[in-house]
Nanobody, 115 residues
Framework: QVQLVESGGGLVQAGGSLRLSCAASGIIASINTMGWYRQAPGKQRELVARISRSGSLNYADSVKGRFTISRDNAKNTVYLQMNSLKPEDTAVYYC?????????WGQGTQVTVSS
């Protein structure tokens, strides 16, 4: 059983940067694709970015060119570097596999971008 713990969120002004981390209690090297998701108030949870074991990347159109996903299998950690943040990036950010496994959802980390 893998447990995922997200961290690194906070309050930042528009244009600022944050780096989120997702630490796994289990070994993520065996997991093919990991993803970062977000859920804004009143909206459905959406996929932000995903990375395969081979390093293949995929991003939502809304974050392309601003966010970068990476993974360190030796540290069992997935990262999301977020630059040029916008108020519409405000949400709770989660990591999970892709496709998602319901039991793997953690508490998420809140990101708030002020204008």
């Amino acid at each position: 059983q893998v447990q995922l713990v997200e961290s690194g969120g906070g309050l930042v002004q528009a244009g600022g940067s944050l780096r989120l981390s997702c630490a796994a209690s289990g070994i993520i090297a065996s997991i093919n694709t990991m993803g970062w998701y977000r859920q804004a108030p009143g909206k459905q949870r959406e996929l932000v970015a995903r990375i395969s074991r081979s390093g293949s990347l995929n991003y939502a159109d809304s974050v392309k060119g601003r966010f970068t996903i990476s993974r360190d299998n030796a540290k069992n950690t997935v990262y999301l570097q977020m630059n040029s943040l916008k108020p519409e990036d405000t949400a709770v950010y989660y990591c999970n596999t892709w496709p998602t496994i319901p039991d793997y959802w953690g508490q998420g980390t809140q990101v708030t971008v002020s204008s």
